[in-house]
């Protein structure tokens, strides 16, 4: 069993906005340590696996991460 909560429907559709207008986000999570980030990210992928959602993002040094939902603490949408 997952201790995963879904976050809301808004902002999951924020999330695929994002994605599909290719914008860029500042993205504040958690990773799996606890550990605190803050980055800028151009979100390119949402997944489920084993009833867990996942946000897929490249990091501006080209770096491919993943986050689960649940751990992001806030984002906004960049727009220039």
């Known amino acids: ?12 559709s924020l999330l695929e906005e994002s994605i599909v207008l290719r914008r860029e986000l500042r993205l504040g999570w958690h990773d799996d340590d606890g550990r605190d980030h803050v980055e800028t990210v151009r979100p390119v992928d949402l997944q489920t696996r084993a009833s867990e959602e996942y946000l897929t993002f490249l990091c501006r040094n080209g770096q491919s991460r993943e986050v689960r939902l649940d751990r992001i603490v806030r984002f906004e949408a960049i727009t220039h």
């Open 1 to 12: 069993m997952t201790d995963y909560k879904p976050i809301s429907c808004i902002d999951y």
